[in-house]
């Protein structure tokens, strides 16, 4: 009996979403609101996609800058170091002021201006305003450093449950399993049962990261920190690093003068070679950022449509695809960190390889 | 966006698309043949699928 009752709370959800749609739709003349909507949702969509130096929760009202929500501290390096709170934007709309100084947000990037605040822009469209170094604790700082604390509370509390008792407790029941498949499924396959303990501190740590920053991305806190390119690029880089740093004799051998191989072909494949071990990380920024990219930007674009359909089908149909696309995500998120995990062990396996004969 | 940026971006996609989909097939045929090998599949194919995936959003985004 249990199913036909949350039969009904869908159906009353999605009735309600339609109401409230059809009670805009009566309160605005609809010819001249539709090409403003479009782009609105595009805007909306955008900024959804940026960094941002304040928290944002909910925009009470856009004409009145009322949003629900906290300021972030700003820091910037300017000649010498200038730390203010980010209200003094008021969310872009003013400029800031600080010993002399004074600042301005440009899409969501600071930009150094005079007192009126004026940004010039080049034939590009991109501001020509001097840009100072920004460390801030942005929107997507406050996030990665949020999951550090998360991860290290619960793995700290996994490792004390094992000192008393060999089977977890809390916590630990739930990641014990994950943490064995990392070990017996991903490094030691692909690195080698000799040397996976090197790398293992490593793959879990950024298989869990990936896969909690991905899962709180679907919240509706307006989380997107691994579509930022940025983040996605200093994970690839650990991981060529520590590939080109744990290397040994053998794989650099195999890039640079390859044994069993004509000199010729010697000498046009160690350029290719050496692109490789560039493309290779490069390919995982990729992967990761396009992939949590574009499951927000179709999962927005749906919730979006909701607005544009003005009808009763809209709301039930945006509400049921975006429900479906949410169950993919959560896959998506899992399998995304587990592909970046994987194809790191790949790589570190290949680096440590030992010499056989072909 | 103009007309042969979208059209290359289809192409893009086709191409990916044809790709991800034999490995995902050929993946199931092989299952079927061999259950017992299943786990070692699936690894393979996923490594495949991502290896494809990755030259296909690198496309897209020079389009």
Same mark, same amino acid.
């Given at each position: 009996?249990?199913?036909?009752?949350?039969?009904?709370?869908?159906?009353?959800?999605?009735?309600?979403?339609?109401?409230?749609?059809?009670?805009?739709?009566?309160?605005?003349?609809?010819?001249?609101?539709?090409?403003?909507?479009?782009?609105?949702?595009?805007?909306?969509?955008?900024?959804?996609?940026?960094?941002?130096?304040?928290?944002?929760?909910?925009?009470?009202?856009?004409?009145?800058?009322?949003?629900?929500?906290?300021?972030?501290?700003?820091?910037?390096?300017?000649?010498?170091?200038?730390?203010?709170?980010?209200?003094?934007?008021?969310?872009?709309?003013?400029?800031?002021?600080?010993?002399?100084?004074?600042?301005?947000?440009?899409?969501?990037?600071?930009?150094?201006?005079?007192?009126?605040?004026?940004?010039?822009?080049?034939?590009?469209?991109?501001?020509?305003?001097?840009?100072?170094?920004?460390?801030?604790?942005?929107?997507?700082?406050?996030?990665?450093?949020?999951?550090?604390?998360?991860?290290?509370?619960?793995?700290?509390?996994?490792?004390?449950?094992?000192?008393?008792?060999?089977?977890?407790?809390?916590?630990?029941?739930?990641?014990?399993?994950?943490?064995?498949?990392?070990?017996?499924?991903?490094?030691?396959?692909?690195?080698?049962?000799?040397?996976?303990?090197?790398?293992?501190?490593? =793959? #879990?740590?950024?298989?869990?990261?990936?896969? +909690?920053?991905?899962? /709180?991305?679907?919240?509706?806190? @307006?989380?997107? %920190?691994?579509?930022?390119?940025?983040?996605?690029?200093?994970?690839?880089?650990?991981?060529?690093?520590?590939?080109?740093?744990?290397?040994?004799?053998?794989?650099?051998?195999?890039?640079?003068?390859?044994?069993?191989?004509?000199?010729?072909?010697?000498?046009?494949?160690?350029?290719?070679?050496?692109?490789?071990?560039?493309?290779?990380?490069?390919?995982?920024?990729?992967?990761?950022?396009?992939?949590?990219?574009?499951?927000?930007?179709?999962?927005?674009?749906?919730?979006?449509?909701?607005?544009?359909?003005?009808?009763?089908?809209?709301?039930?149909?945006?509400?049921?695809?975006?429900?479906?696309?949410?169950?993919?995500? =959560? #896959?998506?998120?899992?399998?995304?960190?587990? +592909?970046?995990?994987? /194809?790191?062990?790949?790589?570190? @396996?290949?680096? %440590?390889?030992?010499?056989?004969?072909? | 966006?103009?007309?042969?940026?979208?059209?290359?971006?289809?192409?893009?996609?086709?191409?990916?698309?044809?790709?991800?989909?034999?490995?995902?097939?050929?993946?199931?045929?092989?299952?079927?043949?061999?259950?017992?090998?299943?786990?070692?599949?699936?690894?393979?194919?996923?490594?495949?699928?991502?290896?494809?995936?990755?030259?296909?959003?690198?496309?897209?985004?020079?389009?």
């Amino acid at each position: 009996m249990q199913r036909p009752f949350y039969f009904k709370i869908f159906l009353v959800a999605t009735l309600l979403l339609g109401i409230n749609v059809f009670a805009k739709e009566n309160s605005h003349p609809v010819e001249e609101t539709e090409k403003d909507l479009k782009s609105e949702i595009k805007e909306f969509i955008g900024h959804h996609l940026l960094d941002s130096h304040d928290f944002t929760l909910y925009t009470v009202d856009e004409e009145k800058n009322e949003h629900v929500g906290f300021p972030l501290p700003v820091i910037l390096w300017d000649n010498g170091l200038k730390v203010f709170s980010s209200s003094k934007f008021h969310h872009g709309e003013s400029v800031a002021e600080v010993n002399g100084n004074y600042y301005a947000l440009n899409h969501g990037k600071i930009v150094k201006t005079d007192a009126e605040g004026t940004i010039t822009y080049d034939d590009h469209h991109h501001a020509t305003n001097e840009k100072p170094l920004d460390f801030s604790i942005t929107k997507n700082v406050v996030f990665i450093l949020l999951v550090a604390i998360l991860m290290f509370f619960m793995f700290t509390r996994m490792a004390k449950s094992y000192k008393n008792n060999p089977i977890p407790k809390g916590i630990g029941r739930l990641l014990e399993p994950v943490v064995l498949y990392i070990r017996d499924d991903i490094a030691i396959p692909n690195i080698g049962k000799k040397h996976y303990k090197r790398y293992m501190s490593y =793959l #879990l740590t950024v298989f869990f990261f990936i896969w +909690i920053i991905n899962l /709180l991305g679907l919240t509706p806190l @307006g989380v997107n %920190v691994t579509n930022n390119i940025a983040v996605t690029l200093a994970l690839a880089l650990l991981t060529y690093l520590i590939t080109t740093f744990t290397a040994n004799k053998n794989y650099w051998k195999h890039i640079f003068w390859m044994p069993d191989v004509p000199v010729f072909m010697k000498l046009v494949l160690a350029p290719i070679e050496l692109l490789g071990t560039i493309i290779k990380p490069f390919s995982l920024m990729i992967r990761l950022y396009a992939n949590i990219t574009a499951g927000h930007v179709v999962l927005m674009s749906i919730l979006g449509m909701m607005f544009i359909f003005k009808n009763w089908i809209g709301s039930p149909l945006s509400f049921g695809l975006a429900f479906a696309l949410s169950l993919l995500e =959560l #896959l998506v998120a899992a399998l995304q960190a587990y +592909i970046f995990t994987m /194809l790191s062990a790949l790589y570190f @396996g290949s680096a %440590v390889e030992e010499h056989h004969d072909h | 966006m103009e007309i042969p940026t979208i059209v290359g971006a289809g192409l893009i996609v086709i191409g990916a698309g044809l790709g991800i989909g034999k490995i995902g097939g050929s993946a199931m045929d092989a299952i079927a043949r061999q259950p017992e090998a299943s786990g070692k599949i699936q690894t393979a194919m996923l490594i495949a699928a991502a290896l494809i995936e990755g030259i296909g959003f690198a496309a897209l985004f020079a389009s």
